[in-house]
């Protein structure tokens, strides 16, 4: 099986023309299951506008499967900055996914590729306080936050806050030194 990057619990790569995104398409159009993730869930996509993305997309751009071959998430580095050597992170999973340490593995793979491969210095990312598995997972990898952006996220007639956090490579250096 071709991948980019790999553990012992996930197999990141690209999609290919055989994969079936079925599931892709099931999870990516759960409105309930995107309810804080920016920039997918507000629209249905067809499977002609999923593959415009991804022909279309110059991110690190990664699809998450498990050992099996089943894909369970995606997860990116975009607004890859090579001169001042920092990108923003961000990773969606199929709801029927949490819990079973892919989102973990992912992260991992993908920090270890930003920091030691594409020399970055900085990863930073937003989530909402209300993604509380989201909230843990990123504190648990080691991000720090760095402040709450107000009102950032309308849904179901409310606003809510954002909190921005980030991983310099030093910090990234000392997590990997435990």
Not at 38 to 64: C, M, Q, R, T, W
Not at 69 to 85: E, F, K, M, P, Y
């Amino acid at each position: 099986m071709n991948y980019f990057l790999k553990d012992e619990t996930v197999i990141l790569r690209k999609f290919s023309e055989e994969d079936s995104f079925d599931n892709y398409l099931n999870f990516i159009n759960d409105v309930e299951n995107l309810v804080w993730v920016s920039g997918v869930g507000h629209y249905p996509l067809n499977l002609e506008d999923l593959k415009a993305f991804l022909a279309s997309n110059d991110d690190l751009f990664l699809a998450i499967f498990d050992l099996e071959d089943h894909h369970v998430g995606n997860i990116q580095l975009s607004r890859v900055d090579h001169i001042h050597r920092n990108a923003e992170f961000g990773m969606v999973l199929d709801k029927n996914e949490v819990g079973k340490g892919y989102a973990t593995s992912a992260s991992k793979l993908v920090l270890g590729h930003a920091f030691e491969v594409l020399n970055l210095h900085r990863i930073y990312l937003s989530v909402a306080e209300q993604n509380k598995n989201a909230v843990k997972l990123y504190e648990r990898l080691g991000f720090v936050a760095e402040g709450i952006e107000k009102e950032l996220h309308r849904w179901n007639f409310q606003y809510h806050d954002y909190i921005r956090y980030r991983m310099l490579v030093s910090e990234y250096v000392e997590l990997m030194k435990n």
